[in-house]
Antibody, heavy 120, light 106 residues
Framework: EVQLVESGGGLVQPGRSLRLSCAAS????????MHWVRQAPGKGLEWVSG????????AYADSVKGRFTISRDNAKKSLYLEMNSLGHEDTAVYFCARVTLEYWRLFDLWGQGTLVTVSS | IVLTQSPATLSLSPGGTASLSCRASQSVPSNYLAWYQQKPGQAPRLLIY???NRAAGIPDRFSGSGSGTDFTLTISRLEPEDFAVYFCQQYGRSSFFGPGTKVDIK
């Protein structure tokens, strides 16, 4: 089955760190760019970060630049998001998403998401 | 590019037709405009890309139109499973989503 499964979310105190993972299955993960998109409770979608299939090209939203690091391990078919200096504004469901082969930011497959709550 | 969606909420009956608007603050390059459907507690699902192309497996009651700064998602013959939130997204040089339109049952 073609799917993405996120893990690693939870409750974390402000200023602390958290690492999210996304396990891919059912498709050739190594051929696709991958992204993280988040959704604050009751809010819309916000693109967070993206990484090319080879990890050569990486991009971040201004809101997370310098605090978050995206990475991937094609051998393990896994995508990661290292989040540092977390603030209340980072509270959200984090989705990993695959993009199409043609378009860097067109998301054609999404995971179910993992909730990150930043609170003391 | 800032995307504005209207209305915020659309209340319709099953079998009806929904018309959702997405307006961009400037012209969307190459009509790189997509629509997604999201149901409560679920991940978004790609419906339309390139303003008018249906994604794989999407029923033909979903159609997209428009160009430049004005785009529309039309859902004909509303089915119970179509009541959800719909987001537009421009996927050109950067990625921005609209705030969403909720289609609920009247």
């Amino acid at each position: 089955e073609v799917q993405l499964v996120e893990s690693g979310g939870g409750l974390v105190q402000p200023g602390r760190s958290l690492r999210l993972s996304c396990a891919a299955s059912g498709f050739s993960f190594e051929n696709y760019a991958m992204h993280w998109v988040r959704q604050a409770p009751g809010k819309g979608l916000e693109w967070v970060s993206g990484i090319s299939f080879s990890s050569v090209d990486i991009a971040y939203a201004d809101s997370v630049k310098g605090r978050f690091t995206i990475s991937r391990d094609n051998a393990k078919k896994s995508l990661y998001l290292e989040m540092n200096s977390l603030g209340h504004e980072d509270t959200a469901v984090y989705f990993c998403a695959r993009v199409t082969l043609e378009y860097w930011r067109l998301f054609d497959l999404w995971g179910q998401g993992t909730l990150v709550t930043v609170s003391s | 590019i800032v995307l504005t969606q209207s209305p915020a909420t659309l209340s319709l009956s099953p079998g009806g037709t929904a018309s959702l608007s997405c307006r961009a603050s400037q012209s969307v390059p190459s009509n790189y405009l997509a629509w997604y459907q999201q149901k409560p507690g679920q991940a978004p699902r790609l419906l339309i890309y390139g303003a008018s192309n249906r994604a794989a497996g999407i029923p033909d009651r979903f159609s997209g139109s428009g160009s430049g700064t004005d785009f529309t998602l039309t859902i004909s013959r509303l089915e119970p499973e179509d009541f959800a939130v719909y987001f537009c997204q421009q996927y050109g040089r950067s990625s921005f989503f609209g705030p969403g339109t909720k289609v609920d049952i009247k």
